[in-house]
Structure formats: C-alpha cells, structure tokens
C-alpha cells in the first residue's frame, strides 16, 4: 500500500465523515422543529432522529439555539423569480403559489425538504426561538419584498411586513389549522378560485400601493357634514 495515498487520504475522509454527520443533525433539526415547537424538541430528539449522541449535537452546534439559528438558517423563502413577476400581475401570482402548493419548497433536492416558514410558524409562540425567528424574519425575509416594492418608496418595508403577514396567515390556517376553505384549495387547486381572487386582490393592494398614504385607487368622498 502507498503510504503517501493513505496520508493523504486520511483528513479527506475524516473531514467528509464530519460533514456528513453534521448534515445528518442539521436535517434531523430541521424536520423536528418542522413537525413540532422549539420547546418540544430536545437535543436528545434530535441526536435520536440523526443517529447520534447529544454530546455531539453539542461539539457541531455549541447550544440548542445555535442549532436552531442553523435549522432556521438564511434561505430566502421568495416564491423563485420574484424580480420577473410583473407588479401589475403580483397579486394574482403570489395568490395562486400560496393556494396551488407552490410555497412548498426545497434546497437541493428531492430527499431535502427545507420549508423555514413553517418552522418558523411552529414556533413562533416560543420565547427562547423569538430572536431568531425575528432576526430571520428582518434580514432574510422582509428584504427581498422590499426590494421588490422598490428601494426608493419610503412605504415599501410598510407593504412587505403586511403582504407578509398574509402569507404568513394562510400558512397557519391552512397548512397548520387546516381550516376551509383554505385547506381543501391547498389541497385541490381547482377548488378555489373565488378563494384565490379575493385573494389576490388583498396582495394586490401591497403591490399598487406606492407610497405611504397614497394608493392606486379614488380617494373617498368628503364626507364632512354639509352646511
């Protein structure tokens, strides 16, 4: 045997075993905090489900709450293409993503299934997992709608907080409550299109609205009482 190849070959596979351990908890994390809160689960939970001890959960992540910031991460939930999607067509587009399932996502491939919105959803009532999911949520999430908007509307971080706030609703009475007709259109895209038009038209207002105070349609009548 060539000892220089077993050199050499040696910190390479310690090195791939290593990371192939440390994907293994980040995973496990991930669907545990998926299917349950961040006060639920344990280390021990997620040592179990990646086939390790505790302790090493500990020697790759330091705390629960490093795993946590890890598990929740820095991906950008934006349904893909965002930039493309005409404003003019915004609201119907985002509309038919949240009810035609398309807010299911996935990093690389098909065996990881990485969705940090509902992470995020499961334990958001925690006030262990809140500065994280609020560091999450003001860094990752709410940016890249409010580039959207545009950079140079004083209201565009006002319009991505609130079109947000309804995502982040049909998710929890949707995917989470269950509650029609939410969940039959999630589940039967054929099944909700009046659903899917009002819809629309509340994130449409987000994307028309463009500056603060001032939107696309008629201002009210006055309705000051006459003399």
């Known amino acids: ?23 293994a908890i980040l995973q496990a994390a991930r669907e545990a905090w998926a299917e349950r809160a961040y006060d639920d689960i344990g280390l021990r939970d997620i040592a179990g489900r ?36 005409d404003p003019a067509e915004f609201g119907p587009a985002i509309a038919s993503l949240l009810l035609d399932g398309g807010h299911k996502t996935k990093m690389h491939g098909a065996d990881d299934t990485y969705d940090p919105l509902l992470i995020l959803l499961r334990s958001a009532a925690s006030h262990s997992a809140r500065p ?22 004083p209201a ?9 706030s309804l995502v982040l609703g049909i998710n929890v009475l949707g995917r ?21 038009n009002i819809l629309g038209a509340m994130l449409q207002a987000a994307a028309d609205t463009h500056s603060q105070g001032e939107t696309t349609t008629d201002p009210s009548p006055d309705r000051s009482p006459s003399r």
């Open 1 to 23: 045997m060539d000892a220089r190849k077993t050199t050499s070959t040696a910190p390479e596979s310690r090195r791939a075993r290593r990371e192939s351990t440390r994907a």
């Open 50 to 85: 990646a086939g390790v001890t505790a302790a090493m959960v500990n020697r790759y992540f330091g705390t629960k709450e490093g795993l946590f910031r890890e598990a929740v991460g820095t991906r950008d939930p934006s349904p893909p293409g965002l930039d493309s999607i």
């Open 132 to 153: 994280v999911l609020r560091d999450y949520i003001e860094h990752t999430v709410i940016p890249p709608l409010a580039d959207y908007f545009g950079t140079d509307d």
């Open 156 to 164: 565009a971080r006002e319009r991505a907080v609130l079109t947000l």
């Open 176 to 196: 989470m409550l269950e509650v029609e007709p939410i969940k039959t259109a999630e589940d039967d895209p054929t099944a909700g299109p009046a659903l899917k």
